[in-house]
């Protein structure tokens, strides 16, 4: 089996349903972000009450005129915010942002490719479902699933101002009701989690872009053939 | 992989929008993240602002001559994000509490091209109080050991959570840990739904003020010192120098004017802050809990590494070389400027049990002012006179007799001997053991007054 054959496969799959795949690729990160607002709001019981645009533009060619270093450059650059809305608590001081959604260009990158593969994915299993196993697509389903649900969990830009601790995927799951401890403790794993989502929708597609197995083609009924009229 | 092409492909188009930009005249930028909210860095942030002490004192001759300056100060709730601010240079200065200035110190060397310095500190408690653990005023919770099983919220990766989890280490109690913003903290023990809260200064006193919540554990019984410090830009350091020395000589300015007059000070910085004058008194009045100096002890090196090891315990922080990331050049060059003794003032080390032994009691009079008494029995009789005026008073101010800090006289645990003498107390615990020892009891504030009017 070609990396070619596959590759056709997909294509064919994709170009058979384009109206579908581009839903999919556009919709699934307007989603995204819209179910993190929603939880937000959900979660603490109110509405923002503030929300600022960042010079994304501007801040990022400073980071590249004062970062000597191209690779300490870029994972600054991942960091840097276009959007964040969110709420402000003003019991105390000159008001303090309690929770908020931000919008960061490098992860909403990411997320668009999460989006694109979730509509290849969608479309080879639409377009093999006649000539897969059952087995086959539920086992791809699920794990191509598991790997979306690893990435966005990973991608995740909510931040809940703990003091001096930064927005990180974790404060995600905190807010969501993990314990500290554990949402702590997981931290450290993210690539590894983000790494093995990416991975898992690859095998995803991989899996569903293979050839039938011949011995699944030929997959002999349970009923005798004499009972279904065929030849002896 | 995928993250790094990305990045890789944004950051080509934007070397070449940034090659195309114009010369411009010589401007120097100085940004400083600081922390309105967090009353142990105000002299190197919100009173260096609106004093405006960093103009004052940045260079205007030699290399200086022609130089624009360019000053902007960005007003945060924590360390963190000054943190990564100060990473994508939108800000060159920053100012934070212990933990997180470890935080910055590691996660700069954990760069390729990029380092911070830990140049000064803007105050301290040696006894480490600043971070305290509150519950709600009605809450039946008096010491650390009743929190076993509790739940017990902080903002994780603040001071008060490293000094909780060395409370905790210490007093071998397990709790539920809950990851909770200053505010939303305060809320929930104004509101009793949650046991305890641990929180940083002046969080505790806001609470004790407003009359929502108890301390019944303050930092000063972890023994590790709480301090407060400036980081600056490695850049913009080595490039200007003198602008670093110019910032820590307005640190050193700011220290001075509060110093010299601890009621305007506080008077006008919540006019700046919104945080009560009166809970600002217990941190910049004489005998407060903040020992403004600036200087780099030996001590607090020692500090810093100790909270490093908790950190990397519980976070898996990356390592820091504070050989490389403290640095007292500029601290010496900005002294030696000024004429001061640098030697001198960081030898000295105040121990608030030495410190404030003998210290008047305080009343703020809404009208007159602060008023001293020298006795306690002075104090409540003032206060009691005052009352039966209808006057109104603003805050009392009284001693813990252990550790020497300034309490609200309303949170104290006071004690009353046979002889109709006092004694004020931080902690319940405390008070009763010392009540024991001469035969006295221990009663309420309410009580202390009641058995001065008559």
Avoid at chain 1, 31 to 40: E, I, P, S
Avoid at chain 2, 374 to 385: V, W
């Amino acid at each position: 089996m070609t990396a070619a054959a596959r590759a056709s496969r997909i294509k064919d799959a994709v170009t058979a349903r384009p109206r579908l795949w581009l839903g999919i690729a556009l919709g699934f990160p307007v989603a995204y972000y819209a179910l993190m607002f929603a939880a937000l709001v959900i979660r603490f019981q109110a509405w923002p009450n503030y929300a600022v645009t960042y010079d994304w533009f501007g801040n990022v060619a400073e980071i590249v005129r004062s970062t000597p270093s191209v690779s300490d450059m870029s994972a600054i650059i991942a960091q840097e915010w276009l959007f964040e809305v969110g709420r402000m608590n003003y019991d105390f001081g000159n008001g303090i942002s309690e929770w908020s959604l931000n919008i960061n260009p490098a992860k909403v990158l990411v997320v668009m490719v999460l989006a694109a593969l979730i509509a290849t994915i969608t479309t080879l299993l639409l377009a093999r479902r006649t000539q897969c196993s059952g087995a086959r697509l539920n086992g791809a389903g699920a794990v191509g699933g598991l790997g979306a649900v690893l990435v966005g969990m990973t991608n995740v830009t909510l931040a809940w101002v703990v003091c001096c601790a930064t927005p990180s995927w974790v404060v995600g799951l905190a807010i969501l009701g993990l314990g500290v401890s554990s949402s702590l403790w997981l931290e450290q794993f993210g690539w590894w989690i983000e790494y093995a989502g990416f991975a898992s929708l690859v095998l995803s597609l991989l899996w569903l872009s293979g050839p039938p197995k011949p011995a699944q083609a030929a997959k002999p009924s349970s009923y005798p053939q004499s009972a279904m009229g065929a030849p002896q | 992989m995928l993250r790094h092409v990305t990045q890789g492909l944004a950051l080509g188009a934007l070397l070449a929008v940034t090659a195309a930009a114009p010369a411009q005249a010589k401007t120097i930028k100085v940004a400083i993240g600081h922390q309105s909210m967090c009353t142990d860095t105000y002299t190197a942030g919100i009173v260096v602002k609106e004093l405006k002490l960093l103009e004052k004192h940045l260079p205007k001759t030699g290399k200086y001559k022609d130089v624009d300056y360019d000053i902007s100060w960005a007003d945060y709730s924590s360390g963190g994000p000054i943190t990564n601010q100060m990473m994508a240079n939108k800000l060159n200065i920053g100012v934070m509490g212990d933990y997180p200035l470890i935080v910055n110190g590691a996660k700069f060397q954990a760069t390729d091209s990029l380092r911070t310095y830990y140049v000064a500190g803007t105050g301290y408690n040696l006894k480490g109080s600043g971070n305290a653990i509150v519950v709600p005023v009605k809450s039946d919770l008096y010491k650390i050991g009743d929190l076993e099983g509790k739940e017990v919220s902080t903002p994780v990766g603040s001071a008060a959570w490293g000094m909780l989890l060395k409370a905790a280490q210490d007093n071998k109690i397990k709790f539920q840990l809950k990851n909770q913003s200053p505010a939303v903290g305060a809320a929930n023990i104004a509101a009793g739904k949650i046991d305890a809260h641990s929180d940083f200064c002046p969080w505790s006193e806001i609470m004790e003020f407003r009359g929502t919540g108890r301390k019944i554990y303050d930092g000063s019984e972890a023994g590790v010192p709480y301090l407060h410090g400036v980081v600056v830009r490695k850049d913009l350091a080595d490039d200007y120098p003198e602008v670093v020395q110019a910032f820590i000589k307005a640190v050193y300015d700011a220290g001075k004017w509060i110093k010299e007059d601890p009621i305007r000070a506080t008077d006008l910085m919540e006019k700046w802050t919104g945080v009560e004058k009166e809970v600002l008194y217990i941190y910049f009045s004489k005998g407060g809990h903040l020992s403004l100096d600036p200087t780099i002890k030996p001590k607090w090196t020692e500090a810093l590494k100790f909270d490093h090891t908790v950190l990397v315990r519980e976070k898996a922080i990356p390592p820091l070389d504070f050989g490389d990331w403290i640095t007292e050049k500029y601290i010496r060059a900005a002294y030696k400027d000024m004429g001061v003794d640098y030697d001198k003032d960081k030898a000295m080390i105040v121990d608030p049990a030495v410190a404030n032994a003998g210290l008047p009691n305080e009343i703020w009079h809404a009208r007159d002012g602060i008023k001293e008494y020298a006795t306690l029995p002075e104090f409540l009789g003032a206060i009691a006179s005052f009352r039966a005026t209808g006057a109104k008073i603003n805050s009392t101010y009284v001693y813990d007799k252990e550790t020497g800090l300034k309490l609200f006289g309303k949170t104290a645990f006071w004690v009353v001997t046979p002889k109709g003498e006092f004694a004020t107390f931080l902690r319940r615990g405390e008070a009763e053991k010392y009540a024991s020892t001469i035969d006295g009891k221990v009663i309420t504030f309410e009580d202390a007054i009641g058995m001065k009017s008559s």
